[in-house]
């Protein structure tokens, strides 16, 4: 069964407009970290924001917030005025501490943000 | 500057031929990791290191090898085993807590040829 499951293939957000792409994930482990990274069309991963299972607040990073809801295991991230450098692949990952480390990723959102 | 360097950044391979992609980290990191990823697609972890001299089978180990004889470095070679072997191929590494984001090399794009 797949951990991390990203719905959206591809979403279109205009320029100064707030988008949402959507993680849900699958555990048995009370304790696991859930993870955001961009990757832009030259292959780099760059890491975007964080959040622990026993995090109170939702995490936020400037103009990127995470929106985790633990009941529903969810964990969405949020960016607030895109910008056209947002434009890139998304993913969504998870580390569990009894899986040695390893994080399982989701198949990404592709977001494309239009003038 | 600490990071992740991966070399060469692109990779041709004849069929049946073995070859070695090179991953180096300075982030005094003891967890590393090989990824695979294919167009349009996620990450699938091919191995994965915690210690020196230890590494661990991922989800898609078939037909490729590693080592870790050095907390800095940690090779992947794609053997002439593996069918598939066109793809995009990131390092990454990390403390291992559960807290600590992966740092990712730039990646280096396998083609057979």
């Known amino acids: 069964a797949q951990k991390i499951t990203q719905t959206q293939p591809g979403m279109f957000v205009q320029e100064k407009e707030a988008v949402t792409l959507d993680c849900t994930y699958d555990?048995?482990?009370?304790?696991?970290?859930l993870f955001w990274y961009k990757q832009p069309s030259s292959g780099e991963m760059i890491f975007l924001i964080y959040q622990g299972s026993y995090d109170q607040q939702n995490a936020t990073e400037g103009r990127y917030s995470l929106n985790f809801q633990k009941a529903r295991k969810s964990a969405n991230l949020v960016i607030s005025a895109s910008q056209l450098g947002d434009s890139a692949m998304y993913f969504c990952a998870m580390r569990e501490v009894t899986n040695a480390g390893k994080s399982t990723f989701g198949d990404g959102t592709t977001l494309t943000v239009k003038p | 500057d600490g990071g992740i360097t991966q070399s060469p950044k692109y990779l041709f391979r004849k069929e049946g031929q073995n070859v070695t992609l090179s991953c180096e980290q300075n982030?005094?990191?003891?967890?590393m990791y090989w990824y695979r990823q294919d167009p349009g697609q996620g990450l699938r972890l091919i191995y994965y290191?915690?210690?020196?001299?230890?590494?661990q089978k991922g989800d898609i180990a078939e037909g490729y090898s590693v080592s870790r004889e050095k907390k800095e470095s940690f090779p992947l070679t794609v053997t002439s085993a593996q069918k598939n072997p066109t793809a995009f191929y990131l390092c990454?590494?990390?403390?291992?807590?559960?807290?600590?984001?992966?740092?990712f090399g730039q990646g280096t794009r396998l083609t057979v040829v």
């Open positions: 982030l005094n990191h003891d967890a």
């Open positions: 990454a590494s990390s403390t291992g807590h559960r807290r600590t984001e992966a740092f």
């Open positions: 290191s915690q210690i020196v001299n230890d590494f």
């Open positions: 555990t048995s482990d009370p304790s696991y970290g």
